[in-house]
């Protein structure tokens, strides 16, 4: 084997997702954005620090065990960790149609990343969950659809005849579902949910 192709072999290796993947969250951890030396991780894991070092630099793979430990020390699937996808939302995006964006975005929301609006959640869930919503959006869909037929000069008319469409939408939404939805926002937390 000539040495061109050894390095490019030991670039392949080295830039492989799990090496790759390891080595990001060895220097900022998904959720602490610390950086976790070899020693924290072989002792975590029961393993020599060169066995890291291996496992960094793509010399060597972790077993399945020693695969859970390290998806489970920084918080991800094992899945994330040898692919760099996440799979486990792949069924809710065929399923639904949503984008990785999407269902990026409702984690957040479950995870209460709007902590100053706990009720986020409830209100996305009861919204969701009321056909007439679907109905109101393919109408103010419909009010743009139409703007060829008018042309540019009443796209202000247009523009404010959606907002107004959904502006009554949405009051008449909350004027009927606020009692529910800070009832299931107050559920939520008796139940030691995030929401």
């Known amino acids: 084997m000539s040495k061109t192709s050894s390095s490019a072999f030991d670039a392949e290796i080295y830039y492989a997702p799990f090496a790759t993947h390891f080595r990001d969250f060895m220097d900022s951890h998904p959720n602490t954005g610390e950086k976790t030396t070899q020693k924290a991780i072989a002792d975590y894991l029961g393993v020599r620090p060169q ?9 060597s793979l972790p077993n399945c065990e020693q695969l859970l430990k390290i998806a489970d020390y920084f918080g991800v699937t094992c899945d994330f960790m040898m692919t760099g996808r996440r799979v486990e939302n792949k069924p809710v995006r065929e399923t639904l149609g949503l984008s990785e964006n999407t269902v990026q975005a409702l984690k957040l929301v479950k995870e209460g990343y709007w902590e100053d609006c706990p009720a986020m959640l409830p209100v996305l869930d009861t919204l969701l969950g009321e056909k007439d919503f679907y109905t109101a959006i393919e109408k103010a869909v419909d009010v ?13 008319f247009l523009e404010w005849e959606c907002k107004e469409f959904l502006d009554s939408f ?26």
């Open 51 to 59: 066995t890291v070092s291996c496992y960094a630099t793509g010399q």
């Open 144 to 156: 743009f659809a139409n703007k060829h037929e008018y042309g540019d000069r009443y796209q202000q």
């Open 170 to 195: 949405l009051l008449e939404f909350f004027r009927k579902n606020l009692l529910s939805i800070y009832a299931k926002n107050k559920e939520g937390e008796l139940n030691g949910d995030d929401s």
